[in-house]
């Protein structure tokens, strides 16, 4: 038997063993609540649809980049264990490798995946305030917005990212 079968059954044996009740489970089949549902709901559209509030700027995220994401990134994002968060000049092509500037489609989306899964030790643990300075700090390193831009849920989505158009948009009734 392998090790995994061994988990597995091992596993399951546990879970028949304390498996409980209906009496136990008093909200089995009772339907979810929006507002519960709601705290983990963090999906961000391109359109800004699901930013929460606050605002962030290039200087405000600096220090919280220094402290907490240039272990892996490397100092002023250049690259270290982890990937560069700038390092290629933006541009509307993957020649050269993937980057902020040119890899992702929407601004609103490199706030989704910093908010998401950084710092990669302790994911969804900045605060919004956080996510939206350390969007800022990399956009400028990536000379997508001006070093005075105040970042926040109306103009994030304005932020045009230079290889957006060249993304392929595949519609459910094409697939």
């Known amino acids: 038997m392998s090790m995994r079968n061994w988990?597995?059954?091992?596993?399951?044996?546990?879970g028949i063993a304390?498996?409980?009740?209906?009496?136990?489970?008093p909200n089995l089949g009772k339907p979810i609540d929006p507002k519960d549902i709601a705290p983990w709901d963090i999906s961000i559209m391109p359109d800004g649809t699901g930013l929460p509030p606050g605002t962030g700027?290039?200087?405000?995220?600096?220090?919280?980049?220094?402290?907490?994401?240039?272990m892996c990134h490397g100092e002023?994002?250049?690259?270290?264990?982890a990937a560069p968060v700038t390092n290629y000049a933006p541009k509307?092509?993957?020649?050269?490798?993937?980057?902020?500037?040119n890899f992702w489609p929407y601004a609103t989306t490199v706030f989704d995946f910093i908010r998401r899964a950084m710092p990669y030790n302790k994911p969804h643990s900045l605060t919004d305030q956080e996510v939206y300075a350390l969007t800022?700090?990399?956009?400028?390193?990536?000379?997508?917005?001006?070093?005075?831009?105040?970042?926040?849920?109306k103009t994030l989505p304005k932020v045009k990212m230079p290889?957006?158009?060249?993304?392929?948009?595949?519609?459910?009734?094409?697939?």
């Open 57 to 70: 700027t290039p200087a405000q995220g600096a220090p919280i980049f220094a402290q907490k994401c240039a």
């Open 136 to 153: 800022a700090y990399v956009l400028r390193l990536n000379n997508l917005i001006g070093e005075n831009d105040v970042i926040d849920a």
């Open 92 to 101: 509307a092509s993957l020649d050269g490798g993937k980057s902020i500037a």
């Open 7 to 14: 988990a597995i059954g091992i596993a399951l044996g546990a």
């Open 18 to 25: 304390g498996a409980a009740t209906a009496a136990d489970l």
């Open 76 to 81: 002023n994002g250049k690259g270290g264990i």
């Open 163 to 175: 290889n957006r158009d060249n993304f392929i948009i595949r519609f459910p009734e094409r697939i």
